[in-house]
Nanobody, 124 residues
Framework: QVQLVESGGGLVQAGGSLRLSCAAS????????MGWFRQAPGKEREFVAG????????RYSDSVKGRFTISRDNAKNTLYLQMNSPKPEDTAVYYC?????????????????WGQGTQVNVSS
């Protein structure tokens, strides 16, 4: 099992930038596909971005493509989400999650370890 702790959330103005981090402990971080998800009030949890075990492959939701960047540092056991030009509709609780799949997946059901989440509020 891997334990995940997100940080870096807060209030940001639309058009600004924010970087989320997810620190992992436990079993080997580099053996997991990692993902970022978010959940806004009254909405289902949705996929934001995913990254392969070695960082060589990434996937993004259409709503964040070109604005957000997912990356990982396996030496530091840390996952990142760089949020550039955020919009008010990006306001949500952001979660990092680990998956044992071989390829980057977008389905929440395939992620077996989740962090507690970090709140991101984007003001207009």
């Amino acid at each position: 099992q891997v334990q995940l702790v997100e940080s870096g959330g807060g209030l940001v103005q639309a058009g600004g930038s924010l970087r989320l981090s997810c620190a992992a402990s436990g079993r080997t971080f580099s053996s997991y596909v990692m993902g970022w998800f978010r959940q806004a009030p009254g909405k289902e949890r949705e996929f934001v971005a995913g990254i392969s075990r070695n960082g060589g492959s990434t996937r993004y939701s259409d709503s964040v493509k070109g604005r957000f960047t997912i990356s990982r540092d396996n030496a530091k056991n840390t996952l990142y989400l760089q949020m550039n030009s955020p919009k008010p509709e990006d306001t949500a609780v952001y979660y990092c999650a680990a998956s044992g799949t071989v390829v980057v997946t977008t389905a929440p059901s395939l992620f077996h370890n989740w962090g507690q989440g970090t709140q991101v509020n984007v003001s207009s």
